[in-house]
């Protein structure tokens, strides 16, 4: 399996996954030349994406749907509930309805619902040949009840949001602050780095932390909280990096 995170941010959210049968977007924010141009940085050519999954339906994970599907065709997999919102594709031919789980040959992905001001809005496990990827972004929270599906994987591409003490005093109106700080809105660096304490183990091999807040948040201040928070739990793990808006992560290879 093979991951990289192609853009996370406000301004447009896409990443690639690759099994030894399928190549993969899950969302696909930004516009289609910027996709385009960053899948031919790591040497795959969109014509070859064959699935698009969609976590939900804001403009930062779906900006490029429309043209790439337009030039690309690739199968569309989505929530019935989204599908129906999402009328542009009510007449695209490539479409695959997802509830809980979709099964493609050796490889499978749980979709569970997440909790974000979205319609039927989730988040994924993707698992093939015994090696697994978690994607949580656009979360407020996460439920208990689904720990036992996000536990001990491979790779987390986990959100890290926002600062709490910035975005307090940061230039938010106090609707925007609350919406964020919400249940349905984005996990804070210190909700991430709770929640990981709870769930990486002994397969875990890297952490990429997501959808950092351009005003809201730095680098430096996700790093150094997850790193306050895992000592504070004994917990000893170095190879974590923080996913960037306009630059591809390095290609993960499990």
């Given amino acids: 399996m093979k991951i ?11 990443t ?19 996709i385009v141009d960053k899948l031919k940085e790591i040497d795959v050519d969109a014509n070859d994406i064959d699935y698009i999954f969609i976590s939900h339906l804001h403009d930062d994970h779906i900006s490029a749907l429309k043209t790439f599907l337009k030039k690309y065709h690739p ?10 919102e999402l009328t542009d594709i009510h007449e695209y031919e ?8 979709v099964i493609l040959d050796n490889l499978i992905v749980k979709c569970i619902h997440s909790s974000h001001d979205a319609t039927d ?4 496990i993707f698992e093939s040949n015994h090696k697994s990827v978690a994607y949580v972004t656009d979360t407020g929270y996460i439920n208990y009840k689904n720990f036992p599906y996000l536990t001990n994987k491979d790779v987390y591409l986990f959100e890290s949001n926002h600062d ?13 602050k609350k919406r964020v700080l919400s249940d349905y809105g984005h996990l804070s660096n210190n909700a991430c780095s709770v929640y990981l304490t709870k769930l990486i183990g002994n397969n875990t091999k890297k952490i990429y ?5 351009e005003k809201n948040n730095t680098e430096e201040l996700a790093l150094n909280e997850i790193n306050k928070v895992f000592k504070t739990y004994n917990i000893s793990f170095n190879d974590i990096k923080c996913a960037k808006a306009n630059e591809i992560s390095e290609v993960i290879t499990l």
Wanted: hydrophobic fraction near 35%; charged fraction near 25%; proline fraction near 3%.
């Fill in 75 to 84: 199968t569309i997999v989505i929530s019935n509930s989204m599908f129906q």
């Fill in 16 to 34: 690639y996954i690759e099994t030894d049968k399928y190549k993969i977007l899950i969302d696909i924010g930004k516009n289609r030349k910027y």
């Fill in 209 to 213: 932390l997501m959808h950092l807040s």
């Fill in 94 to 101: 490539h479409v695959l309805i997802y509830e809980d789980e």
């Fill in 164 to 176: 709490i003490e910035k975005l307090e005093h940061g230039p938010y109106p106090d609707w925007l």
């Fill in 121 to 124: 809005s989730r988040n994924f």
């Fill in 4 to 14: 990289c995170v192609l853009a996370s941010g406000s301004t447009g959210n896409s």
